[in-house]
């Protein structure tokens, strides 16, 4: 009996999941390595990263999302290492999933402008239920009628899974577009001894970085406004992302809106997800940012939104390395000149 709750609890999570099979960041490009393993290794130097994601906090225990991440460029090999640390967890039951990711990328300088990445992800995932915080009735016993219940005695049901994707990136000082597919072996990640694979992932992003002025006099600050979009499409579910942001050191601000309005959800509802609003402050080697989902699905604002923060930390090998040929090194495509 137990089991068979555990499938209809675990099956209402995935429902409630559906849109989006894995855990996602409003700030996308706020977590590189988790978008597109291409993009390790894309920075002069070591580069940390550190998400926290509250998801539908009004909820009581909904999703809570962390991430963090390390890469850094072997420019002598024109390769880029990384490591990403994911952890999920949803429920009252404390439904986890942690998955420990190494990635490589290799790199080839097409012109003094352009660069091509190819990355590969290889992760170690683990997935978790707590039975312990759930009561079932076989769980119950009566020494005496009408007295209290004695519990049995539960445990915590886990499994892991080995998993592979890999991507591709092209940019430019300005110019990014790239793609990458996860989880190509499907591993199979059910708690229950059933089959529950991990639908593919395929994600396409891309964008430019405009600057707003282009005089003749140099300035220590130049506004720029970067539009990108990010589309996902894992298990016969899509999204898209798109939006804007304005860059003003020190200060950054983007509002992002996920949905695709031309079309309908299963329950014949417009696709639309959130409308998101960014706020964030860059300084020489540490950004820090926020992020608020404003939901406008059927769900409504009963849920909370969603709460994101984001930290990035940047090491200075200048010191301790000679990198050749250092003017072909373009920064990592984002918003910021990185």
Same mark, same amino acid.
């Given at each position: 009996?137990?089991?068979?709750?555990?499938?209809?609890?675990?099956?209402?999570?995935?429902?409630?999941?559906?849109?989006?099979?894995?855990?996602?960041?409003?700030?996308?490009?706020?977590?590189?390595?988790? &978008?597109?393993? $291409?993009? =390790?290794?894309?920075?002069?130097?070591? !580069?940390?990263?550190?998400?926290?994601?509250? +998801?539908? /906090?009004?909820?009581?225990?909904?999703?809570?999302?962390?991430?963090?991440?390390?890469?850094?460029?072997?420019?002598?090999?024109?390769?880029?290492?990384?490591?990403?640390?994911?952890?999920?967890?949803?429920?009252?039951?404390?439904?986890?999933?942690?998955?420990?990711?190494?990635?490589?990328?290799?790199?080839?300088?097409?012109?003094?402008?352009?660069?091509?990445?190819?990355?590969?992800?290889?992760?170690?995932?683990?997935?978790?239920?707590?039975?312990?915080?759930?009561?079932?009735?076989?769980?119950?016993?009566?020494?005496?009628?009408?007295?209290?219940?004695?519990?049995?005695?539960?445990?915590?049901?886990?499994?892991?899974?080995?998993?592979?994707?890999?991507?591709?990136?092209?940019?430019?000082?300005?110019?990014? &577009?790239?793609? $990458?597919? =996860?989880?190509?072996?499907?591993?199979? !990640?059910?708690?229950?001894?059933?089959?529950? +694979?991990? /639908?593919?992932?395929?994600?396409?992003?891309?964008?430019?970085?405009?600057?707003?002025?282009?005089?003749?006099?140099?300035?220590?600050?130049?506004?720029?406004?970067?539009?990108?979009?990010?589309?996902?499409?894992?298990?016969?579910?899509?999204?898209?992302?798109?939006?804007?942001?304005?860059?003003?050191?020190?200060?950054?601000?983007?509002?992002?809106?996920?949905?695709?309005?031309?079309?309908?959800?299963?329950?014949?509802?417009?696709?639309?997800?959130?409308?998101?609003?960014?706020?964030?402050?860059?300084?020489?080697?540490?950004?820090?940012?926020?992020?608020?989902?404003?939901?406008?699905?059927?769900?409504?604002?009963?849920?909370?939104?969603?709460?994101?923060?984001?930290?990035?930390?940047?090491?200075?090998?200048?010191?301790?390395?000679?990198?050749?040929?250092?003017e072909r090194f373009i920064p990592c495509p984002t918003f910021n000149r990185d």
């Amino acid at each position: 009996m137990k089991n068979t709750i555990l499938v209809l609890l675990l099956s209402t999570v995935n429902v409630l999941i559906a849109l989006g099979q894995d855990p996602e960041f409003s700030q996308y490009y706020a977590q590189p390595l988790y &978008l597109n393993p $291409a993009f =390790s290794g894309t920075s002069v130097d070591h !580069r940390f990263h550190a998400n926290y994601r509250n +998801q539908w /906090p009004n909820i009581t225990n909904a999703f809570q999302t962390y991430a963090f991440s390390y890469d850094y460029n072997l420019d002598q090999y024109n390769s880029g290492l990384g490591v990403l640390l994911m952890v999920d967890k949803a429920g009252s039951a404390n439904l986890k999933s942690t998955q420990a990711n190494f990635q490589y990328a290799y790199k080839v300088h097409i012109n003094d402008k352009w660069v091509l990445s190819s990355g590969l992800n290889f992760g170690l995932g683990f997935r978790s239920v707590d039975y312990t915080k759930l009561r079932f009735y076989d769980e119950l016993e009566f020494d005496t009628p009408g007295g209290p219940p004695i519990v049995k005695q539960s445990d915590t049901q886990n499994t892991s899974y080995f998993d592979f994707g890999g991507g591709m990136l092209a940019y430019s000082r300005k110019f990014w &577009l790239g793609f $990458a597919m =996860s989880h190509l072996n499907r591993p199979n !990640r059910s708690l229950v001894g059933e089959e529950s +694979q991990i /639908p593919i992932k395929t994600t396409i992003h891309g964008g430019v970085r405009i600057p707003l002025y282009h005089g003749v006099f140099k300035k220590d600050r130049i506004a720029a406004i970067a539009p990108s979009f990010v589309y996902k499409t894992q298990g016969g579910f899509d999204q898209l992302d798109i939006g804007t942001y304005f860059l003003y050191e020190p200060v950054v601000v983007g509002v992002w809106y996920r949905g695709i309005p031309i079309q309908q959800n299963v329950d014949d509802h417009i696709s639309q997800d959130a409308v998101v609003v960014i706020l964030g402050f860059q300084l020489e080697k540490v950004e820090l940012s926020y992020s608020y989902d404003i939901t406008v699905s059927q769900l409504g604002p009963i849920s909370g939104g969603a709460h994101e923060v984001a930290l990035k930390f940047k090491v200075d090998l200048a010191s301790q390395v000679k990198i050749r040929k250092k003017e072909r090194f373009i920064p990592c495509p984002t918003f910021n000149r990185d």
